[in-house]
């Protein structure tokens, strides 16, 4: 028997198996589309092939509660915590770049929120400003991290609207400007983004579907804090950490939502 | 008001939430019916002149001189909690108001330039025609120029007090400019009215503003019990009476009822939220189109939002019938919003004792700059006096459209596990 965790985010569904020992097994990531209960049957019968999976599931993001099977409901914010915490031993700060959401998380050495904050309502510096940007310019997630790393020279974004961005990105293809830079100044303009969130004074963990998809962002979040790290497939964590904070005997363990 | 009380009705529905109905919800909706029938009566009978007031303008003056006062905050609160806000909002921003400043402002021009308001449910033709509008810049800005829209479109006078702002020290200078800037009003007021100033009615008016707000002051107190008997939803229609009939024997005798039934409530351990585990203080205005969704959402996670600054400005407890004109002066300088962030953050960390605060929760309103104390710091600050964890969401007083409910409804559940890990047994 395998417990499953299922962050339904606004963009992907992201489901993990963990087995007895806390250990992830298994990944799967569907679209999360317009129906969250069709996205997490996908991951179920996914799983359901090769695994016996025990319920309720353990789910988080936006459409935590939007499912048919028995299921506990976690904070996303708290489960991705925990997740990293499960794996660093540390207090830190998490900076997780979502579909829509932006967020930093400061994690005290007992493994607890100490605070946190999310983007303001503004897609500008997450996913779906990447996705936005990629689709304009008709180029892969995969040829835009490798285009950024032949940029010789940054270019600035200023723009704080996605739309606008657009058309500034528009105007330095119009002046000459070559499509690594611009990728390159797109890449920080996200960095910077997520910069405003808080100061970060400690060891920085970078999660999320967007480092995931794009390494090179990694990269550059890597020079900006040198002590830094991003786990492999950061953007099943979130997942991860419902399945982790609903062990037995946790100590601490924030209610979940719904119990 | 009839859209504050439908929310309130809505919201106290059994099925629907485990909020328990506050009965002096009757005695409130009769006291707010009849301020509305006194208004309705003086605009379609013009037996009364009607001064328009901003929510904390020299009320008291206006009673005293016979004026019937008609509040177009309040009006753009109730179109904030009837959803309709957005509707209205884009015919003023047509008409050159920008969509950042306040959405009371722009919602309730936008209505009036639609020719609608939701008094008209309550048989008003319109909202009713001022004689004379009546400002006091302690709260913002704005206020001068939404007033000055109406002045120009029903082309009648516009007076008021200019506050000075960010006051740290709220001395006699300040007072005594602010008690003149009162007596400079009077001229006009007597021609509008066509009656003397009487200094008797003046003082007994603010006499019954003062103890009609020490009675308001008296009930949100009373949530400094554990678990408290009213939260910040509860207050946010509560305090009708203290916004638009300050001044009158109505608003006191209201308060007696509502002060008797919480302490009836303490005594039998009835509490606002079933199962109150977190206190919870808000800083900023409220979402008047999420009241209802809000209350559910915080007694869902057992959370008990104590208080607030938003339901604590109209405590003006330092009216003083003997001496009118330089204690409204100090009073309505005194008020939070009007003072520095240093006095500011002592009167926040006061109150944070004094309610057993665990968080405190920022909304910072998209078009209300003055009511959004997250913008400077202060909220950092306090946390390093304190220790209280907080939170801040971005929304805004009417405005919807600046809210994104689904992204806040994550932020406030993380919030309550963040205080739920963070504190200890003895604290909760």
Same mark, same amino acid.
């Given at each position: 028997m395998q417990r499953l965790g299922i962050d339904l985010g606004s963009s992907y569904t992201k489901g993990v198996l963990v087995d007895e020992n806390n250990r992830m097994t298994a990944f799967h990531c569907v679209k999360s589309g317009y129906n969250f209960n069709n996205a997490a049957k996908k991951i179920i019968?996914?799983?359901?092939?090769?695994?016996?999976?025990?319920?309720?599931?353990?789910?988080?993001?936006?459409?935590?509660?939007?499912i048919e099977a028995p299921f506990v409901a976690n904070s996303e914010l708290i489960a991705l915590s925990k997740a990293v915490y499960e794996i660093y031993k540390r207090s830190c700060s998490i900076i997780d770049i979502g579909g829509q959401d932006t967020k930093f998380i400061q994690v005290n050495s007992l493994g607890q929120v100490e605070k946190f904050k999310m983007n303001r309502k503004c897609a500008a510096g997450t996913g779906s400003f990447l996705e936005e940007i990629a689709f304009r310019l008709d180029v892969t997630p995969e040829e835009f991290t490798e285009f950024a790393k032949d940029a010789t020279q940054e270019v600035k974004i200023n723009s704080f609207c996605t739309v606008f961005a657009i058309s500034e990105i528009i105007g330095m293809i119009k002046n000459g400007a070559s499509l690594p830079n611009i990728i390159l100044g797109i890449y920080n303009s996200i960095i910077l983004r997520s910069?405003?969130?808080?100061?970060?004074?400690?060891?920085?963990?970078?999660?999320?579907?967007?480092?995931?998809?794009?390494?090179?962002?990694?990269?550059?979040?890597?020079?900006?804090?040198?002590?830094?790290?991003?786990?492999?497939?950061?953007?099943?964590?979130?997942?991860?950490?419902?399945? +982790? +904070?609903?062990?037995?005997?946790?100590?601490?363990?924030?209610?979940?939502?719904?119990? | 008001m009839e859209e504050?009380?439908?929310?309130? =009705?809505?919201?106290?529905?059994?099925?629907?939430?485990?909020?328990?109905?506050?009965?002096?919800?009757?005695?409130?909706?009769?006291?707010?019916?009849?301020?509305?029938?006194?208004?309705?009566?003086? $605009?379609?009978t013009r037996n009364r002149k009607i001064a328009w007031c901003t929510s904390v303008g020299p009320a008291e003056l206006l009673y005293s001189m016979g004026f019937e006062?008609?509040?177009?905050?309040?009006?753009?609160?109730?179109?904030?909690?009837?959803? =309709?806000?957005?509707?209205?909002?884009?015919? $003023?921003? $047509?008409?050159?108001?920008?969509?950042?400043?306040?959405?009371?402002?722009?919602?309730?021009?936008?209505?009036f330039l639609q020719n609608e308001t939701p008094l008209q449910k309550s048989g008003f033709a319109s909202v009713p025609k001022p004689d004379i509008l009546v400002f006091n810049t302690n709260q913002c800005r704005e206020v001068e120029d939404w007033f000055s829209f109406y002045g120009r479109h &029903? =082309?009648?006078?516009?007076?008021?007090?200019?506050?000075?702002?960010?006051?740290?020290?709220?001395?006699?200078?300040?007072?005594?400019?602010?008690?003149?800037?009162?007596?400079?009003?009077?001229?006009?007021?007597?021609?509008?009215?066509?009656?003397? &100033?009487?200094?008797?009615?003046?003082?007994?008016?603010?006499?019954?503003?003062?103890?009609?707000?020490?009675?308001?002051?008296?009930?949100?107190?009373?949530?400094?019990?554990?678990?408290?008997?009213?939260? &910040? &939803?509860?207050?946010?229609?509560?305090?009708?009476?203290?916004?638009?009939?300050?001044?009158?024997?109505?608003?006191?005798?209201?308060?007696?009822?509502?002060?008797?039934?919480?302490?009836?409530?303490?005594? =039998?351990?009835?509490?606002?939220?079933?199962d109150e585990r977190f206190r919870i203080y808000w800083e900023g205005m409220p979402l008047w189109y999420k009241l209802s969704n809000l209350a559910k959402l915080f007694a869902k996670l057992n959370t008990c939002i104590v208080a607030s600054t938003y339901c604590n400005s109209w405590v003006f407890d330092d009216l003083d019938p003997q001496n009118p004109f330089e204690s409204s002066a100090l009073a309505y300088s005194k008020l939070f919003i009007v003072r520095s962030d240093s006095v500011?953050?002592?009167?926040?960390?006061?109150?944070?004792?004094?309610f057993s605060i665990h968080g405190i929760i920022y909304h910072e309103s998209k078009t209300c700059a003055r009511n959004s104390n997250n913008r400077f710091g202060l909220q950092n600050r306090l946390f390093n006096q304190t220790g209280i964890p907080y939170l801040e969401i971005n929304g805004d007083l009417s405005d919807p459209r600046c809210y994104s409910e689904e992204q806040s409804i994550i932020a406030i559940e993380t919030f309550i596990d963040q205080l739920s890990g963070q504190l200890t047994n003895s604290r909760i």
């Open positions: 019968s996914y799983f359901a092939e090769n695994y016996e999976i025990e319920y309720p599931v353990y789910t988080c993001g936006y459409g935590r509660e939007q910069s405003e969130l808080s100061l970060v004074e400690d060891y920085v963990v970078i999660t999320g579907g967007l480092p995931s998809m794009h390494p090179t962002i990694v990269t550059l979040f890597k020079k900006k804090y040198p002590d830094s790290d991003s786990p492999e497939r950061s953007q099943f964590l979130a997942a991860f950490g419902c399945v +982790l +904070l609903n062990r037995s005997g946790e100590k601490n363990k924030p209610q979940p939502i719904n119990s | 504050l009380l439908k929310i309130m =009705n809505e919201k106290i529905t059994p099925e629907k939430s485990d909020l328990v109905k506050l009965r002096s919800v009757n005695d409130l909706r009769k006291t707010m019916d009849g301020y509305f029938a006194r208004l309705k009566e003086a $605009a379609e006062v008609y509040f177009p905050e309040n009006h753009g609160a109730m179109l904030g909690a009837g959803k =309709n806000a957005d509707k209205y909002i884009p015919t $003023a921003v $047509a008409h050159g108001y920008s969509p950042d400043i306040c959405s009371y402002l722009t919602s309730d021009i936008g209505a &029903f =082309n009648v006078p516009v007076v008021g007090i200019h506050t000075p702002l960010s006051i740290s020290d709220l001395n006699q200078e300040i007072i005594k400019s602010v008690a003149d800037q009162y007596h400079r009003l009077i001229p006009e007021l007597e021609k509008v009215a066509g009656k003397k &100033f009487d200094i008797d009615s003046f003082s007994e008016r603010v006499g019954l503003s003062h103890d009609g707000c020490v009675l308001w002051k008296k009930v949100l107190q009373k949530a400094k019990h554990i678990p408290s008997p009213i939260n &910040f &939803f509860d207050s946010a229609i509560h305090m009708g009476p203290i916004v638009v009939m300050r001044g009158t024997r109505d608003a006191v005798d209201y308060y007696k009822i509502l002060l008797a039934e919480l302490e009836e409530r303490i005594d =039998n351990k009835i509490s606002a939220v079933p500011k953050e002592n009167v926040l960390e006061g109150l944070l004792h004094e």
